[in-house]
Each structure stands twice: as C-alpha cells, then as structure tokens.
C-alpha cells in the first residue's frame, strides 16, 4: 500500500476515533449510584430535563441547528425514557428560545420560558402537542431567564429579574437580583416571597426549595413555607450549590454543587459541578457524581431515578440528559 491510498484511510480512522469519543463518553459516579444510562445522543445540547408527574415521560430543551431560514435556537421535546431511548418528539417549535420547561398537574401541561415577545416571559403548551401555545406571564416584565414550577394543587411560582434591575451573572445562567413569587396559576397579583433563584414546589405543595445568595457571595440551598414564613438554610458550604429538586417523599433534595472541585478548577471558572443530595432538613450532603464536567439541573422521577444533563465528550463538547438509579441510606425521619 503506498503512501497516498494509506492516507485517507489513516484519516478515516482518526475521525471514527474523535466521533466514539465524542458520543461514548460515561458519566462517572460513586458508590451511592447502582446505574448510569444515557437518555439522549445528539450533537446539539439537550438541557433542563424535567420527569412528568407519573415518571413516564422527561420534557428538556434541545437546540436545532441548520433549519433554513432559522438562527440556532432552543425548542422543547419530550421523550419516553422506558419505552426506547434516543426518540423525542417535539414539543414546540419557534424561532426563539423555548427554556425551563415543567410539567403543570398532571401533566396536561408544559410551562416553560420563552422570548417569543421582546423579554422572557412564561408560556404552557398543551402537553399532547395539541393546540397552540399562550403566554402566562407578561412580556415587559422580565429581563433575564425566567424559571417557573407549578404545585400539585395548581399554585405558581418563578423567579425573575425585573427589567428596571441590574443584571450581574453567575456561571452564564442566573443573575444575583432575581426574586421569587407566588401567585394563583390563573391570577394576576403575585406575591415577592424572597430572593433567590431556580424554585421548585414540594411534593406537597407546602414549602419551596431555591438557590439564594443570603447575604452571602456563594450559593446556597434554602426552603421557606409559600405564605413567606419559616425560611431556613439546608445548605452552608463555601461552594456554590444551586439548581435543586425534591425527593417524591419530599425527605431529600437534591442539588447541583462545585464543592469536589479542585483549587485549580476554580481558577479556572469552578466549571465542575456534580448531583449531590442532603436530607430536606439539612445535615451532610451525599456525592452521586464525580465527573469533571458539569452535571446540573436534577429531577426526580416518581420511582425513584434521577435524571440531570451533563457537559462531556473527549473532542467534541455537547450537553445531554442522562438518568441514574440511585442507593441512599435512609432518610433522617421529618
């Protein structure tokens, strides 16, 4: 074989490498975790999954690519992770950023953040796909990213920056003003409960967990009742923790954290953040993963699974969701 035929195929090879690595990449995990599976394998990011209320289905935002006539942008699509891996149907599709998407009560509905108008602002979508989409929120209100949950009893809370407000961001996603409101899902006076970011409803419906500054320069993780009272702080390690979710029982939380990064990965922008979980009352927080990228955004499904995204690969970097079985010693008793 000469030199000029053993070329292109030494090149081939090498590109058959680059793309294994770039699409087999395994999240690495401790003890606490039984298994690992990979929910979705495509070359654009796939983000913020969120687990219908029956556990059979897990919405996120994906971003399409190379659509003529159309910018790169965030649509939402809804996949069946117990049936087969790797299909999704789209939720939504428009040109502009569709985020954060949550399941309304029984999952008839998927509430999400979208710039549709000239600021964020929330918007459902009926979950069958059926029908158009109307916005919840109004336009002019929001600056920034606006991240909305919905109670098993139907109440409604998200955080947001008010547009008249400065923006400072942390990791590219949040901005330190945001503050969190309640209001009825249909109504239109909210109430300013805190600051903070990232709210998410108990099972109950009862309290709301969020990630929030205090008074602080790192984030922590925090509970308070949604008539305003009884906040208290789950989390105090100088890291930041952020993005957390209940447990179905409403007994653990668990959250996102850069607290197993080493020195030199926070010089160079803390960008290792792993799924940790703490009792709903606080106390000491147990690892689930210890990758070196960026494992974020978790949500429990009803039978007990958490699914996350993570930022790896070898070569090329991408954004997918995965779903991990978890061994938890039990909880300390409510």
């Given at each position: 074989?000469?030199a000029?035929t053993s070329?292109?195929?030494t090149?081939?090879?090498?590109?058959l490498v680059?793309?294994?690595c770039?699409?087999?990449y395994?999240v690495?995990h401790?003890t606490?975790v039984?298994?690992m599976?990979r929910?979705?394998?495509?070359a654009?990011?796939?983000?913020?999954?969120?687990v219908?209320?029956?556990?059979s289905?897990?919405?996120?935002?994906?971003?399409?690519?190379?659509?003529e006539?159309?910018?790169?942008?965030?649509?939402?699509?809804?996949?069946?992770?117990r049936?087969?891996?790797?299909?999704y149907m789209?939720?939504?599709?428009?040109e502009?950023?569709?985020?954060?998407?949550?399941?309304g009560?029984q999952?008839?509905v998927?509430?999400?953040d979208?710039?549709?108008?000239?600021?964020s602002?929330?918007?459902e979508?009926?979950?069958d796909g059926?029908?158009?989409?109307?916005?919840?929120?109004?336009e002019?209100?929001f600056?920034?990213?606006v991240?909305?949950d919905?109670s098993v009893h139907?109440?409604?809370c998200y955080?947001?920056?008010?547009?008249?407000k400065p923006?400072k961001?942390?990791?590219?996603?949040y901005?330190?003003?945001?503050?969190?409101?309640?209001r009825?899902?249909?109504?239109q006076?909210?109430t300013?409960l805190c600051?903070?970011i990232?709210p998410?409803?108990?099972p109950?419906?009862?309290?709301?967990?969020?990630a929030?500054?205090g008074?602080?320069t790192?984030?922590?993780?925090?509970?308070?009742?949604?008539n305003?009272s009884?906040?208290t702080?789950?989390?105090?390690?100088?890291?930041?923790?952020?993005?957390p979710?209940w447990s179905?029982?409403?007994?653990?939380?668990?959250?996102?954290?850069?607290?197993?990064?080493?020195?030199?990965?926070?010089?160079?922008g803390?960008?290792?953040y792993d799924?940790w979980?703490?009792?709903?009352r606080?106390?000491?927080?147990?690892q689930?993963?210890?990758?070196s990228k960026?494992?974020g955004?978790?949500?429990?499904s009803?039978?007990?699974d958490i699914f996350?995204?993570?930022?790896?690969?070898?070569?090329?970097?991408n954004?997918d969701?995965w779903?991990?079985t978890?061994?938890?010693?039990?909880?300390?008793p409510r």
């Amino acid at each position: 074989m000469t030199a000029r035929t053993s070329f292109p195929i030494t090149a081939a090879l090498l590109a058959l490498v680059v793309a294994g690595c770039a699409t087999d990449y395994k999240v690495r995990h401790t003890t606490a975790v039984t298994n690992m599976t990979r929910i979705t394998t495509r070359a654009t990011p796939e983000v913020a999954p969120e687990v219908s209320p029956d556990g059979s289905k897990v919405v996120f935002a994906g971003m399409v690519r190379n659509e003529e006539g159309r910018r790169n942008n965030y649509d939402l699509w809804i996949s069946e992770p117990r049936k087969k891996l790797h299909q999704y149907m789209r939720a939504t599709d428009n040109e502009c950023d569709d985020c954060n998407p949550v399941w309304g009560p029984q999952g008839k509905v998927i509430v999400f953040d979208s710039r549709r108008t000239r600021h964020s602002a929330v918007w459902e979508k009926p979950a069958d796909g059926i029908g158009g989409c109307r916005q919840v929120t109004g336009e002019d209100m929001f600056d920034d990213l606006v991240t909305p949950d919905i109670s098993v009893h139907g109440d409604f809370c998200y955080a947001a920056t008010e547009s008249c407000k400065p923006s400072k961001q942390i990791e590219g996603r949040y901005s330190r003003p945001h503050r969190i409101w309640v209001r009825a899902y249909g109504g239109q006076n909210a109430t300013e409960l805190c600051v903070g970011i990232t709210p998410k409803w108990s099972p109950d419906g009862s309290r709301i967990v969020f990630a929030s500054t205090g008074t602080k320069t790192n984030w922590d993780i925090w509970t308070i009742d949604k008539n305003g009272s009884n906040l208290t702080q789950i989390t105090s390690h100088p890291a930041n923790d952020i993005q957390p979710t209940w447990s179905p029982d409403g007994k653990r939380i668990a959250f996102s954290s850069n607290r197993a990064s080493s020195w030199l990965e926070r010089l160079l922008g803390d960008h290792n953040y792993d799924i940790w979980v703490v009792n709903a009352r606080g106390g000491n927080a147990i690892q689930l993963t210890n990758y070196s990228k960026f494992e974020g955004h978790p949500s429990w499904s009803i039978d007990g699974d958490i699914f996350f995204h993570s930022y790896g690969g070898f070569f090329l970097k991408n954004w997918d969701i995965w779903r991990m079985t978890t061994r938890l010693p039990g909880p300390v008793p409510r």
